[in-house]
């Protein structure tokens, strides 16, 4: 191999070196952009057999973790979905996290007990109490003071 041709191969692979670079930075802008952006669910498929069931976000009560599945309480009603409740959390708008295993639509909130340690036990407006735990007691006592829900107080 002569020198030319040795340069000639060196500045090609300098040129798809930063060709794809160039690529990498674009895609992680975009990764960045796109972020700040959150999917909210409106609504979610629960099968039974052979029916599949709509349970509109709106109507939920409450939300429970049953090992990898998520439990939808629905007017005494319950459905099983195959998703864990981390990402169900991220995923739903007018709801709070109480617990890593327990998401409560706020609107049902009917009274906060204090237990200890800064524990409530949440009674909701299908009649259940829930235990919430510290790790989310900052976002119930601003729920609280604020007299409202903002994304803010949920993540």
């Known amino acids: 191999m002569d020198d030319e041709r040795f340069a000639a191969a060196v500045d090609r692979a300098r040129k798809l070196l930063d060709a794809t670079s160039k690529t990498q930075n674009g ?21 039974t057999g052979a029916r599949i069931q709509i349970v ?37 708008d007018p709801t709070k ?18 237990i200890d340690n800064r524990e409530f036990l949440v009674k909701l407006s299908d009649g259940s109490g829930h235990r919430s735990s510290r790790t989310y007691a900052d976002r119930l006592e601003c729920w609280l003071s604020s007299g409202k829900l903002t994304w803010s107080t949920l993540v």
């Not at 976000?57 to 998520?70: F, K, N």
């Not at 996290?97 to 204090?114: A, N, P």
């Open 27 to 47: 895609r992680a802008y975009f990764a960045n952009a796109w972020t700040g952006l959150r999917e909210v669910r409106t609504r979610f498929t629960a099968r």
């Open 56 to 92: 509109l976000a709106e109507v939920l009560d409450w939300i429970s973790a049953a090992g990898d599945y998520t439990e939808l309480h629905v007017r005494g009603r319950s459905h099983l979905l195959r998703e864990t409740v981390n990402p169900m959390e991220q995923k739903l």
């Open 97 to 114: 996290c109480i617990h890593r295993s327990r998401i409560v639509r706020i609107k049902g909130i009917l009274e906060l007990r204090g």
